[in-house]
Nanobody, 117 residues
Framework: QVQLVESGGGLVQPGGSLRLSCAHSASIFSINRMGWYRQAPGKQRELVASITSGGATNYVDAVKGRFTISRDNAKKTVYLQMNSLKPEDTAVYYC???????????WGQGTQVTVSS
């Protein structure tokens, strides 16, 4: 069982920045991919950014150039740096881990990000 603990959400004004953190308990060598998803009220959960075991990153078009996903393997933590935040970025953000050979992904509890003036 993999445990994920997210932190860093909150209320920020448009144009502001936040950094989300996700500490996990997985073995680094067992991780296929880590990602951040978000779910806004009344909308489906969507993949925002991901990073593979090899370090390749991917972003949804809406956040390209504004968000950056990174990881610190020594700290077993993945980050999402969010800059130039917009009201439409308001959502609950979830950390996700996919292990090699696993039948299901692991999820964090979610952290609320609200962008409002």
């Amino acid at each position: 069982q993999v445990q994920l603990v997210e932190s860093g959400g909150g209320l920020v004004q448009p144009g502001g920045s936040l950094r989300l953190s996700c500490a996990h308990s997985a073995s680094i060598f067992s991780i296929n991919r880590m990602g951040w998803y978000r779910q806004a009220p009344g909308k489906q959960r969507e993949l925002v950014a991901s990073i593979t075991s090899g370090g390749a990153t991917n972003y949804v078009d809406a956040v390209k150039g504004r968000f950056t996903i990174s990881r610190d393997n020594a700290k077993k933590t993945v980050y999402l740096q969010m800059n130039s935040l917009k009201p439409e970025d308001t959502a609950v953000y979830y950390c996700n881990v996919r292990l090699y050979g696993a039948r299901t992904d692991y999820w964090g509890q979610g952290t609320q990000v609200t962008v409002s003036s």
